[in-house]
């Protein structure tokens, strides 16, 4: 076997079980830093190993090895003399909690409170933003700090100290590793969807560089949330979430062309959509919608409304500025006032939208952002005012970091010469 072949199958192993190795190694350690450090030196051992003879239980060879790592970690710290010696016993005994955490034959099927525990440790409140997404890729999702970093755009050791000082925190903060009470997951739930919402965002339209879509990013967001909503059958915002992903993700395939040039909506074929992903979506939003719909459910539910339509124009475009005005009361923010004036430009016409967006303007919301004068100008376009409409689209691509949505507001501009 070569040495991509075997790469190629710790990756593999470790994309689909590092959660359940990092969850059940912190059970077992109750340290969340070390679980983490002694998987990683597990999947660098891997790669040596493998190379020589396939384990024929590959996954529990990682826990195992971790497991072992974990010991010498814990052997090597003398202030954790103590905790050494009861671990040492356990294994003496053959601790039942410790034989099952690593040797019984792993169901692929089963994903258990260790998991849910683990997801809610690497989102806790107590971290910042750029830690809880960093620390989610790489303990629950399984992603290396490079992947991490050419997901972002920022430097590996960039990456490598959020995730440390995320570790560090956690444990100064003693934050426990356990499945939330009720009360605790109906709190800090909202934060753990709102990683996976960043995530996917960064996925389905990149902030920077010279890419639109990150697919391998939005993908890993969805496996996050269908892992959630197995976790959390309950919970309608989580299916409103693993909806809303589902159903605009439906559209890469027809969003971007063979160069890899963005494709406007009302551009697109709409038989290259995944319908197979649409039908996901769908079902995911039924679920949510079984006590009233949130946030995710209604951004999910006009992501339905387009995905049900043959066309832009034969779009339910009065539905969707209901939905706007509806996500606006539930969760107000200038990008959904933003988006409500784009639906409304289709439902009632350019105008009316125009004062929205020029009210946001006053109100200096989203201050720098290319957003505002993008939307601005293609609706001064559409009411024949082509000199200030050209003006608000070169500042928006001045704005953009996006260089392939940048030269598509040039595009724009030039047309309007």
Aim: charged fraction near 25%; aromatic fraction near 4%.
């Amino acid at each position: 076997m070569g040495r991509t072949d075997v790469e190629a199958d710790v990756e593999a192993v470790w994309r689909i079980e590092s959660a359940r190795i990092v969850a059940a190694l912190t059970r077992f350690t109750g340290d969340f830093g070390l679980a983490e450090d002694a998987a990683q030196e597990a999947v660098a051992e891997a790669l040596v190993s493998w190379s020589l003879a396939s384990p024929m239980n590959p996954a529990g060879w990682l826990m195992a090895t971790a497991r072992r790592r974990a010991i010498d970690a814990i052997r090597r710290r003398t202030t954790l003399r103590d905790r050494y010696a009861l671990l040492a016993s356990d294994l003496a005994a053959g601790s039942p909690a410790v034989d099952s955490a690593f040797d019984e034959e792993i169901d692929p099927d089963k994903i258990d409170d260790d998991v849910l525990a683990l997801m809610f440790v690497s989102c806790h409140p107590v971290l910042s933003p750029e830690a809880r997404v960093a620390l989610t890729l790489r303990v629950v999702g399984g992603l290396s700090s490079e992947e991490i970093a050419r997901a972002f755009l920022v430097p590996v050791p960039t990456v490598q100290a959020r995730i440390t000082r995320g570790k560090k925190t956690i444990a100064a903060a003693g934050v426990p590793f356990e499945p939330p009470s009720a009360a605790e997951r109906r709190e800090r739930l909202g934060g753990v969807l709102s990683v996976i919402y960043v995530i996917f965002t960064e996925g389905s339209t990149a902030t920077l560089g010279d890419r639109l879509l990150r697919p391998d990013l939005a993908y890993e967001a969805i496996r996050l949330a269908r892992t959630l909503a197995a976790l959390l059958p309950d919970e309608p915002e989580v299916h409103g979430l693993l909806a809303l992903c589902e159903l605009t993700a439906a559209r890469f395939p027809a969003r971007t062309g063979p160069d890899g040039s963005p494709v406007l909506l009302e551009e697109q074929d709409r038989r290259r959509w995944d319908f197979s992903a649409i039908r996901r979506g769908l079902a995911a939003l039924a679920k949510a919608s079984t006590r009233g719909l949130g946030p995710y459910g209604l951004q999910a539910a006009i992501a339905a409304t387009h995905a049900s339509a043959p066309s832009v124009e034969a779009t339910d475009w009065d539905r969707i500025v209901v939905l706007y005005e509806a996500l606006g009361r539930v969760a107000p923010s200038p990008v959904v006032e933003l988006n409500r004036a784009v639906a409304v430009a289709m439902a009632s016409g350019p105008a009316q939208a125009l004062a929205i967006v020029d009210e946001l303007i006053a109100l200096d919301r989203l201050p720098g952002s290319h957003l505002i004068p993008t939307v601005r100008g293609e609706l001064l376009a559409r009411l024949g005012r082509r000199s200030e409409a050209r003006t608000e689209l070169e500042l928006a691509a001045r704005l953009c970091a996006n260089q392939r949505e940048r030269s598509v507001l040039l595009c724009k501009a030039a047309m309007l010469s």
